[in-house]
């Protein structure tokens, strides 16, 4: 990703113009781990051998720079989930809204988030259906394998939900957890009045191209809103690592991209409507890092967010459930432990041995100052 920012980020900037979030990343992700960020130089104790190590960006749209943030999530998450299967569901959005959500996006961005989990909270609270109160776990996401600007919502449920009196837990339809297309239908109707709430507020504007949110929201209600639902996974490890594929990772990372060559990036995608075959696409460079800036999220938004029973403020229910359930979750291993330490956790190796006599560790020597930055 640097080596295209590098080649071809010039070119782009000279065409386009970039919001401050996105004019951070662009220059995260070009200076990530290069002398322009400094660093300290390694020495090995037993061999003498050198190496520069320098600093990451820690910029969370890098695709350098989320790999211990990520496995310590997960540790975290498995550490505190009540232990029960798990549904996974996907909220999405009709592509006629694209354009509304692009141009507002932190406003809209949080209204998918309340939509999503507001439809979920009343469809099991009908007794009909669940009759209690469910938990989530809810990541945003914006794109689509190929890049394209898609915004979404990934969220994974709890089988069951606790009574209104906090004394029983109810386990789900062993199938499903509420029907799908009752719950597709009050996601749009709430969904499309939040959007009107805000419009009306001025918290929001309409696309230049859109003369009438009424016209909209015709259009938004002749269509069938589909959220998709997987069948539960055995316990919440298997979700959870799931869902820690999108958590801390950006639009697209560095192992998909299979060549950068006369101007053009090739990178393979997931075909899903061809049974999740791939395939390899190739754009200009210049097209495939708007693309990617597409994607950089609004300052200070959070894209993972947690929903009644799993929300933090209700530590007390959580442990009720677990009462309930007759089950314990693991113990959190990797809280306040460093990147060094985790990363020997995680992949059985020492990070600080020497790659070349393989016997002694790499000690700090000197720092490496950084170098000024270029702007933008």
Same mark, same amino acid.
């Given at each position: 990703?640097?080596?295209?920012?590098?080649?071809?980020?010039?070119?782009?900037? $000279?065409?386009?113009?970039?919001?401050?979030?996105?004019?951070?990343?662009?220059? =995260?992700?070009?200076?990530?781990?290069?002398?322009?960020?400094?660093?300290? *130089?390694?020495?090995?104790?037993?061999?003498?051998?050198?190496?520069?190590?320098?600093?990451?960006?820690?910029?969370?749209?890098?695709?350098?720079?989320?790999?211990?943030?990520?496995?310590?999530?997960?540790?975290?998450? @498995?550490?505190?989930?009540?232990?029960?299967?798990?549904?996974?569901?996907?909220?999405?959005?009709?592509?006629?809204?694209?354009?509304?959500?692009?141009?507002? $996006? &932190?406003?809209?961005?949080?209204?998918?988030?309340?939509? @999503?989990?507001?439809?979920?909270?009343?469809? =099991?609270?009908?007794?009909?259906?669940?009759?209690?109160?469910?938990?989530?776990?809810?990541?945003?996401?914006?794109?689509?394998?190929?890049?394209?600007?898609?915004?979404?919502?990934?969220?994974? #449920?709890?089988?069951? #939900?606790?009574?209104?009196?906090?004394?029983?837990?109810?386990? @789900?339809?062993?199938?499903?957890?509420?029907?799908?297309?009752?719950? @597709?239908?009050?996601?749009?109707?709430? *969904?499309? !009045?939040?959007?009107?709430?805000?419009?009306?507020?001025?918290?929001?504007?309409?696309?230049?191209?859109?003369?009438?949110?009424?016209?909209?929201?015709?259009?938004?209600?002749?269509?069938?809103?589909?959220?998709?639902?997987?069948?539960?996974? !055995?316990?919440?490890?298997?979700?959870?690592?799931?869902? =820690?594929?999108?958590?801390?990772?950006?639009?697209?990372?560095?192992?998909?991209?299979?060549?950068?060559?006369?101007?053009?990036?090739?990178?393979?995608?997931?075909?899903?409507? &061809?049974?999740?075959?791939?395939?390899?696409?190739?754009?200009?460079?210049?097209?495939?890092?708007? !693309?990617?800036?597409?994607? #950089?999220?609004?300052?200070?938004?959070?894209?993972?967010?947690?929903?009644?029973?799993?929300?933090? #403020?209700? $530590?007390?229910?959580?442990?009720?459930?677990?009462?309930?359930?007759?089950? $314990?979750?693991?113990?959190? *291993?990797?809280?306040?432990?460093?990147?060094?330490?985790?990363?020997?956790?995680?992949?059985?190796?020492?990070?600080?041995?020497?790659?070349?006599?393989?016997?002694?560790?790499?000690?700090?020597?000197?720092?490496?100052?950084?170098?000024?930055?270029?702007?933008?």
């Amino acid at each position: 990703m640097a080596q295209i920012f590098d080649r071809y980020g010039a070119q782009y900037l $000279q065409r386009h113009h970039l919001c401050t979030e996105q004019r951070k990343a662009f220059h =995260a992700i070009l200076n990530c781990r290069t002398a322009r960020l400094g660093g300290h *130089l390694d020495q090995c104790e037993n061999c003498g051998y050198k190496r520069p190590a320098y600093n990451s960006c820690r910029n969370r749209h890098c695709p350098k720079c989320q790999y211990i943030k990520q496995v310590q999530w997960v540790d975290k998450l @498995s550490g505190t989930l009540p232990p029960t299967k798990y549904f996974h569901m996907v909220f999405t959005i009709p592509s006629s809204l694209h354009k509304l959500f692009y141009i507002n $996006q &932190k406003v809209c961005y949080g209204l998918l988030f309340k939509a @999503s989990a507001e439809a979920l909270k009343r469809t =099991a609270a009908n007794p009909d259906f669940q009759g209690g109160e469910p938990g989530a776990v809810a990541l945003l996401h914006s794109w689509g394998q190929a890049l394209t600007y898609h915004p979404h919502i990934h969220m994974i #449920v709890p089988a069951g #939900v606790v009574s209104s009196d906090g004394a029983e837990w109810i386990p @789900s339809n062993k199938a499903f957890f509420v029907p799908v297309k009752v719950l @597709s239908r009050i996601f749009r109707a709430i *969904l499309c !009045r939040m959007i009107e709430e805000q419009l009306n507020t001025g918290s929001i504007m309409l696309p230049d191209d859109v003369e009438d949110y009424g016209n909209l929201k015709n259009k938004l209600y002749e269509k069938n809103w589909n959220v998709f639902a997987e069948k539960p996974k !055995r316990g919440p490890n298997a979700v959870i690592r799931y869902l =820690a594929r999108y958590t801390h990772r950006v639009a697209i990372s560095n192992s998909r991209i299979l060549s950068l060559e006369n101007g053009k990036v090739t990178f393979h995608w997931k075909d899903y409507r &061809k049974g999740y075959h791939y395939q390899p696409i190739t754009l200009e460079a210049t097209e495939f890092i708007h !693309r990617f800036l597409m994607h #950089v999220l609004p300052c200070g938004f959070y894209k993972v967010r947690y929903y009644g029973l799993l929300a933090s #403020v209700n $530590q007390s229910k959580k442990e009720v459930c677990c009462q309930l359930i007759g089950s $314990q979750p693991p113990p959190i *291993l990797l809280k306040g432990l460093t990147a060094i330490e985790v990363l020997k956790i995680t992949t059985g190796n020492n990070p600080m041995e020497c790659p070349k006599c393989k016997n002694g560790n790499m000690v700090m020597k000197a720092l490496i100052e950084a170098k000024p930055l270029v702007p933008l």
